[in-house]
Nanobody, 123 residues
Framework: QVQLVESGGGLVQAGGSLSFSCAAS????????AGWFRQAPGKEREFVGS????????NYADSVKGRFTISRDNAKATVYLQMNSLEPGDTAVYYC????????????????WGQGTQVTVSS
């Protein structure tokens, strides 16, 4: 059973930066595409971005494109989310996700999820 454990996030002022990491255990990390989703209060969970198994392909939601960067280190079984130029609208609980052998898109059903970590951006 794959487990995903997130770390990072927190509170930041608008225009600032935060980063996350998501460490995987219990499986072969390179078998899984990885992604990030977020859920704001009163809203449905939405796709933030994803990265392919090799790390050679990334995909982002329009709302974060150019501000957020996803990367991975398969040797460390970890995926990262770097968030720059944060806006109050980025306030949400952020989740990392894994999907075996297939890319992750906005409507993908993922196999594994992290516990979720709060990001709060103050204006």
């Amino acid at each position: 059973q794959v487990q995903l454990v997130e770390s990072g996030g927190g509170l930041v002022q608008a225009g600032g930066s935060l980063s996350f990491s998501c460490a995987a255990s219990g499986g072969t990390f390179s078998d899984y595409a990885a992604g990030w989703f977020r859920q704001a209060p009163g809203k449905e969970r939405e796709f933030v971005g994803s990265i392919s198994r090799s790390g050679g392909y990334t995909n982002y939601a329009d709302s974060v494109k150019g501000r957020f960067t996803i990367s991975r280190d398969n040797a460390k079984a970890t995926v990262y989310l770097q968030m720059n130029s944060l806006e109050p609208g980025d306030t949400a609980v952020y989740y990392c996700a894994g999907r075996r052998l297939a890319l992750i898109g906005p409507t993908s059903r993922c196999d594994y999820w992290g516990q979720g970590t709060q990001v709060t951006v103050s204006s």
